[in-house]
């Protein structure tokens, strides 16, 4: 099953913009992770943060984490056409012992 | 460090053939883990290891899909007989430990059953 879940599906912006992904999930957690994933290949973890903690950077990454909501937040600034992947959220919990994955942002940052 | 290297890269087989996928994770992990990525299902974790044991295996789909990890630099997934829906891309990761850190990736095994 599918703990988390991203919004939005897809994603269109224009170079330079703000890129703004969110992921909601259902249970406790013990951290939460953000990968990408460009096309054909496997995912690359870009940032853990960890129930404790609000936020997060990563030189152009921003995550938010807000457990009374149970969702999560990724910023990437400044976009490049680079940044055009799908990004997942996913989330360990210590009950589950496991990494679960959400469903995936397809981002697509236009030249 | 060569990261988590996966084989084949791509297999095409017909229905009801044995498929072994391969998998080498990055050296000093000890978990290794086996995901199957659809556009129907998205991520799904087919079974983990831990220290080369088998830990949690109630992702794998049906007694046709078997996993093992002689050792800690190898772990195979074989799938007999292979079914037209089994058609998926096949990822292996490995982290240092299990969940609680970040997963590595392989370049997964893109398998078609025909």
């Known amino acids: 099953s599918q703990q988390g879940e991203e919004d939005p599906q897809a994603l269109s912006i224009q170079e330079g913009e703000n890129a703004t992904m969110n992921c909601s999930y259902k249970?406790?957690?013990?951290?939460l992770q953000w990968y990408r994933q460009n096309s054909g290949r496997g995912l690359v973890h870009l940032i853990l943060?960890?129930?404790?903690?609000r936020e997060k950077h990563s030189g152009r990454l921003r995550v938010t984490l807000d457990t009374s909501k149970k969702s999560s937040s990724l910023l990437i600034t400044a976009s490049r056409a680079a940044d055009t992947a799908s990004y997942f959220c996913?989330?360990?919990?210590?009950?589950?012992?496991?990494?679960?994955f959400g469903s995936g942002t397809q981002l697509t940052v236009l030249p | 460090d060569a990261g988590v290297i996966q084989s084949p890269r791509h297999e095409v087989t017909e229905m009801g053939q044995e498929v072994t996928l391969r998998c080498k994770p990055i050296?000093?992990?000890?978990?290794l883990f086996w995901y199957r990525q659809t556009m129907m299902r998205g991520l799904e974790l087919l079974i983990y290891?831990?220290?080369?044991?088998?830990?949690?295996d109630s992702g794998m789909p049906e007694d046709r899909f078997s996993a093992k990890m002689p050792n800690a630099s190898f772990s195979t997934l074989k799938i007999q007989p292979s079914e037209p829906r089994d058609s998926a891309v096949y990822f292996c990761?490995?982290?240092?430990?299990?969940?609680?850190?970040?997963?590595?990736f392989g370049s997964g095994t893109q398998l078609s059953v025909l």
């Open positions: 996913a989330t360990f919990s210590g009950s589950a012992r496991q990494l679960t």
């Open positions: 290891f831990n220290n080369n044991v088998p830990i949690d």
């Open positions: 050296s000093g992990h000890n978990s």
């Open positions: 990761a490995s982290s240092l430990r299990t969940g609680d850190e970040k997963l590595f």
């Open positions: 249970t406790s957690i013990n951290n």
């Open positions: 943060i960890r129930s404790n903690e």
